[in-house]
Every structure is written in structure tokens, then in C-alpha cells.
């Protein structure tokens, strides 16, 4: 199984200011014959179910604002929010969808400072 | 509009089984793939059994295979999860998630908002 890990496990952000959150993968996730990484980020907020953000590790969804962006290849991908809003404040994973199972990270928790 | 509405969770003793349903509309059902993913309270998230709307192929998790069975209703625009054997880790609120294409291999779009299930005695 590819094994998902995510830094640090919670940060806490000024509001305006920018947050990173890292996530890597135990094998590349990569498919060489697309050139796609094959890697979605999801934001949970209390009471809530996921909701899309990123996929293909950089591409948003539509609706997400772009204050969201993803970026990375291989195993090394980063979540950036540019100017943290007080909506933001939510847990944020990482999956990835390359091989069976499609492994989540454990999660990062996102506050205001 | 895309939605998504699982139902069938409750309180079961360690061995039983359920049947959690998810009952899909806004999108032509049949032809994407469908997932199942859980979250133990105050946990994070577990893909646990994917449905492919391309060829019908079905993954499960190492954690569920030989007691979990997805299938779907194309006709009913349901997906289903069939939880035998079930034990106490199986507690969660376990969500139904459309992928973005038909293959398998595809990030979950939208998600519902959950059934728990409870396995205790």
C-alpha cells in the first residue's frame, strides 16, 4: 500500500497570512504515460463531509477560490493557501488515487493564530 | 444538481450485518464510479471499496475484503455497501462519493454527508 504522510500535524495562521501544508507519498504517484500525478486534496470542516480542492495535485476545482493551490510531482506535494480566511479553518488530507487502496494522509489541522 | 443521500446506518452487535444505501441524483448515474469512505469518530478518512461505472470492476480495502460487498442499481441510481461480519472497528460514518470519470483511478467529486454505523453490544 502507498503509505500518506502530512506536515505538521496542525498549524495555526494569522489571518491574511499564508499556510503550508506537506504531504508525501511512500511511491511516486506519477503515471508516466499521462504525466499526471494521480494526488487530490480535501478540506473537512466540523460536521461536515470532505470537499474537493485540488486534483491531479494542482488543478482546483471548480468553485474553489484561488487563494487554494496545489503543487508538487512524484512523492512531494504541497497545499497553499495563500491568505488564510476564517472559513479556512478545517482539517485538510491528502489522498492519493494511483493504486489500490487509495490511501489518505492523517490529516491537517488548519486554526487562526 | 449532484446529490448524494446514504442511508441504512445504525446500532448493530458485533457478527451482524447492514446494508447502507446511497441514493444518487443530478448526474448519469451508471456511467461513473462510485466509492465508499469512513471515518471512525474523530478520526480521519479510510477508503474502504470503490465500484468502477466503466467496467464494473470492484476494489475493496485490505480492512474490509471477504466481509464488505459494493454493488449498484443503475436502474435505481443506488449504490450499495453490504457490511457482513461486522466488529467493532467497523464503527464510522461512512460516506458515498462520485468520482470525476468512470475509471476507478479518479479523485471523489462530490460526497454525501453520511450514515453512521455503530457496531457494539
Not at chain 1, 499556510?19 to 511516486?28: L, R, V, Y
Not at chain 1, 495563500?82 to 479556512?88: G, I, N, V
Request: proline share 4%; glycine share 10%.
Amino acid at each position: 500500500d502507498i503509505v500518506m504522510t502530512q506536515s505538521p500535524d496542525s498549524l495555526a495562521v494569522s489571518l491574511g497570512e499564508r499556510a503550508t501544508i506537506n504531504c508525501k507519498s511512500s511511491q511516486s504517484v506519477l503515471y508516466s504515460s499521462n504525466n499526471k500525478n494521480y494526488l487530490g486534496w480535501y478540506q473537512q470542516k466540523p460536521g461536515q463531509p470532505p470537499k474537493l480542492l485540488i486534483y491531479w495535485a494542482s488543478t482546483r476545482e471548480s468553485g474553489v477560490p484561488d487563494r487554494f493551490s496545489g503543487s508538487g510531482s512524484g512523492t512531494d506535494f504541497t497545499l497553499t493557501i495563500s491568505s488564510l480566511q476564517a472559513e479556512d479553518v478545517a482539517v485538510y488530507y491528502c489522498q492519493q488515487y494511483y493504486n489500490i487502496p487509495f490511501t489518505f494522509g492523517p490529516g491537517t489541522k488548519v486554526d487562526i493564530k | 444538481e449532484v446529490q448524494l443521500l446514504e442511508s441504512g446506518g445504525g446500532l448493530v452487535q458485533p457478527g451482524g450485518s447492514l446494508r447502507l444505501s446511497c441514493a444518487a441524483s443530478g448526474f448519469t448515474f451508471s456511467t461513473y464510479a462510485m466509492s465508499w469512505v469512513r471515518q471512525a469518530p474523530g478520526k480521519g478518512l479510510e477508503w474502504v471499496s470503490a465500484i468502477c461505472g466503466d467496467d464494473g470492476s470492484t476494489y475493496y480495502a485490505d480492512s474490509v475484503k471477504g466481509r464488505f460487498t459494493i454493488s449498484r442499481d443503475n436502474s435505481k441510481n443506488t449504490l450499495y455497501l453490504q457490511m457482513n461480519s461486522l466488529r467493532a472497528e467497523d464503527t464510522a460514518l461512512y460516506y458515498c462519493a462520485k468520482s470525476s470519470g468512470g475509471s476507478c483511478y479518479s479523485v471523489s467529486h462530490y460526497w454525501g454527508q453520511g450514515t453512521l454505523v455503530t457496531v457494539s453490544s
